[in-house]
Each structure stands twice: as C-alpha cells, then as structure tokens.
T-cell receptor, first 113, second 113 residues
Framework: DTAVSQTPKYLVTQMGNDKSIKCEQN?????MYWYKQDSKKFLKIMFS???????INETVPNRFSPKSPDKAHLNLHINSLELGDSAVYFC????????????FGEGSRLTVL | AQSVTQLDSHVSVSEGTPVLLRCNYS??????LFWYVQHPNKGLQLLLK??????LVKGINGFEAEFKKSETSFHLTKPSAHMSDAAEYFC???????????FGAGTRLTVKP
C-alpha cells in the first residue's frame, strides 16, 4: 500500500497550458506539502496545509494554486505553464504533533515544451 | 540567510571506505535535524533524525550522524560505503516548528568499485 501517492508520475505539456497534479496520503497525517525540485536537485517548499488550511505559502507565482479538499488530499493546479515550471514536484505529509518526519511521494516530473 | 548548508555538492568514495557528508545549520530555536536519501528517480526516504535526545543518532543502512551544537553541525557518516549507497543526500532543519522544514542543496554520493 503506497503511503503517499501522486499522479501523474510524468507530465509533458506545451507552454500556456493548465495542468494539475494530485496527491493522496493514507497515513492519517494532518499536514501536507508540495516541494519543487529543480534540475540541480535543489528542493524548495512551495506550500503546506494543515487540516485543509494553508499554513506555508512561499514566494510562488499565483499561477500555482493548491487545493486541499480534505486532509488526506492536496492537489496542485498550475495555470499558463512556463518553461521554468519544468521540474519534479514532490508531495509529502507529516503528523503535526510529531517529530516532523516527512513522508514523500515518488514525484511528478513535469516537462514544459 | 541560508538555514542549512551542505558543504560538498559531490562526494566520491571507493566501496568499503568511510563516508562523510557534511552539514551545518543555523536556527534560532532548538532545531530538529534530519538526513534524507534520494535514489535516482525516486522520492526521498528518511535516513535518521535528531530531535533533542541523544546527540549521536543511528539510522538505517548503517548511517549515523552526530549533533554538535557548538559547531552547529550534523554530519552524516558511515564506516564502509556500499555500491547501493550511491544517491543524493539531503540535510534538513526545522525553522520555527516541525511544519516548516528547509532542505540543504544536497550532496551527491558516488561509490566507486
């Protein structure tokens, strides 16, 4: 059973399109995250939700909009895709009252042409 | 100001020799510190964590790390490298609470036969 699952795993699209990446966790965690990993492997937090409420919103273009329908899901919608959005996007979850260990999905590789 | 610095972007060792991956941090609070490993095309997996208990922390696959407050360091070591250890390693620090975690730039470990 996959603890944190993301779909799709690969996404190739044209500039200007809108796309979504979905994330689900079955660990019972109340906090979920989106991270962006660039081509140099640098990981940067984008958003964090706790019990469906946004708690971290880093400097991310407003073309990126997270949505958390419930605490087990955190989706990422991206409008008007740009070349620089090409990256691997990782979803993660954690228990807010715990030691902070993050559980990661396997990543979604987005390629914008 | 950067919260966590991994001092080497790339470390190369021979199989059977010791591994040292260096990490320095800065935090206004008593930090929690983590090391994660990322194998190619995979998500990140927790290796070990420090959360104000014993300063020498043992993790999976024979890795360990020592928290040194006076040096603000949390270096990762392993006595004998294995080919399967080749991966990207990330040092992570919590900033203000366990929901806000920042990643180092990563160290790529290469293991030569």
């Amino acid at each position: 059973d996959t603890a944190v699952s993301q779909t799709p795993k690969y996404l190739v699209t044209q500039m200007g399109n809108d796309k979504s990446i979905k994330c689900e966790q079955n660990l019972g965690h109340d906090t979920m995250y989106w991270y962006k990993q660039d081509s140099k492997k640098f990981l940067k937090i984008m958003f964090s939700y706790n019990n469906k409420e946004l708690i971290i919103n880093e400097t991310v273009p407003n073309r990126f909009s997270p949505k958390s329908p419930d605490k087990a899901h955190l989706n990422l919608h991206i409008n008007s895709l740009e070349l620089g959005d090409s990256a691997v996007y990782f979803c993660a979850s954690s228990h807010s009252g715990g030691t902070g260990e993050l559980f990661f999905g396997e990543g979604s590789r987005l390629t914008v042409l | 100001a950067q919260s966590v610095t991994q001092l080497d972007s790339h470390v190369s060792v021979s199989e059977g020799t010791p591994v040292l991956l260096r990490c320095n941090y800065s935090s206004s609070y008593s930090p929690s510190l983590f090391w994660y490993v990322q194998h190619p095309n995979k998500g990140l997996q927790l290796l070990l964590k420090y959360t104000s208990a014993a300063t020498l922390v043992k993790g999976i696959n024979g890795f360990e790390a020592e928290f040194k407050k006076s040096e603000t360091s949390f270096h990762l070591t392993k006595p004998s490298a294995h080919m399967s250890d080749a991966a990207e390693y990330f040092c992570v620090v919590t900033l203000y609470n366990n929901n806000d975690m920042r990643f180092g730039a990563g160290t790529r470990l290469t293991v030569k036969p």
